[in-house]
């Protein structure tokens, strides 16, 4: 089965309306930081503490806005942080759901082949460098594209609208200096 993709826009558009009107604006790369906190609370129990005030931690990203990053590494078992587990449980069902990947899905696509070469190792690298490039800036930016782009615009923040077009702005040239044509 084959989903329009008129169809999977609006589905989209209704599960980001219900996720603001029922819970709140849905954004996930805070998630990312918080799992990095938990693994470190693993290593050294001494990151995050419990004080009379709620939590505080040894680590100023995750004591800044009151201890609010601290509180979620001690206790991850959170909406956020749940939602980010489900949306990569989600996927994995969908795609089992349907049968599995394709032959083609499972290929490198033509465009990549024809410009860098049949090599899945370096696709894959690249594409968690990009992924980790993305995610530093977005906490950079104190937010990621879902929160600033698909949540912001759709509740017509100004600042989601000019995310959304400075990163087309540097999406599109990226992507045409990668995939341009040597002659």
């Known amino acids: 089965m084959t989903l329009d993709w008129k ?10 309306f219900l996720a603001v009107l029922l819970v709140k604006p849905i954004g ?33 990203y995750l004591a800044k806005s009151g201890g609010k990053y601290a509180k979620a590494v001690a206790n991850p078992l959170n909406y956020s942080f749940i939602f980010v587990l489900a949306m990569m449980a989600g996927a994995y069902a969908s795609v089992r759901a349907r049968g599995g990947l394709s032959a ?14 049949d090599t899945a190792a370096k696709r894959y690298a690249l594409a968690f460098l990009g992924g980790f490039v993305v995610l ?20 017509t923040a100004v600042s ?14 990226v992507a045409l200096m990668m995939y341009r044509k040597e002659s």
């Open 104 to 117: 083609q899905e499972r290929s490198l696509p033509e465009i990549w082949r024809n410009t860098y070469g």
């Open 136 to 155: 530093y800036g977005a906490r950079l930016a104190g937010g990621c594209t879902s929160g600033h782009m698909m949540s912001g615009m759709m509740q």
């Open 28 to 60: 996930v790369s805070t998630q990312f930081v918080i799992l990095d906190g938990i693994i470190g609370d693993a290593v050294n129990s001494e990151l995050v503490t419990k004080t009379d005030e709620g939590y505080t931690s040894s680590n100023a």
């Open 160 to 173: 989601g609208y000019i995310f959304a077009a400075g990163a087309f702005a540097a999406a599109v040239p």
């Open 7 to 16: 169809l999977g826009g609006v589905l989209l558009g209704l599960v980001f």
